[in-house]
């Protein structure tokens, strides 16, 4: 696994267009790797007021164009590409981490056809749809040492259609529990929405 990191140029237009249509940032991911098409984690992250683009991807990425299109002509200098497998190799039940996760927090609302899909849009809730899942991924979250640190609406046209699309981020400590579990949600993501930037949790000491 690997975990690149491109810093974008806020003064490209195209940049600008992308940060508020994620399918944008989708097409050039994806366009970053070669052979059989899979899917990768990615998400919009802010560091010292200056944004970049993380890629979690089991293969390395080569960010050429992506760098040409959204952050700046030498990639060599403004991207990192580093292997995540001696940070994955120091997970262990009862260790203790700070995270940041971006996700996609719905509810599924039933109707007399099927299920509809809503937003948790009031940090409380935002809060409960995470501690909700924590178990099953292995990790211990204690509500007072995390907290929704930002929050936004996405909409852009999806081929014919309008997709509309809530992103909460989430910040803060969590314990693990149940550390394979833990391992396979940071490499598979959690929630909805991974192709447009949700479900990836990193995490440093």
Known sequence: MYLSRLKLDITNRKTMIAMASPNL??????????????????????????PYLLILSPEKPDLTEAAKQFGFIAPEVNAEIKDYTPLLNRVENNSHWHFRLTANPVKSVANKERGDIHAHITPHYQKQWLLERAEKHGFLLREDEFDVVHSQWYSFSKGKNKAVLFAATYE?????????????????????????????????R
């Not at 366009?31 to 059989?36: A, P």
């Open 25 to 50: 940032f989708h097409g050039a991911i994806e366009r970053s790797f070669s052979g059989e098409r899979q899917r990768n984690l990615w998400r919009i992250d802010t560091l010292r007021g200056c």
């Open 172 to 204: 803060g400590g969590l314990t693990v529990t149940n550390a394979d579990s833990f391992k396979e949600m940071l490499v598979n993501g959690i929630g909805r929405g991974k192709a447009y930037g949700m479900g990836l949790m990193t995490i440093v």
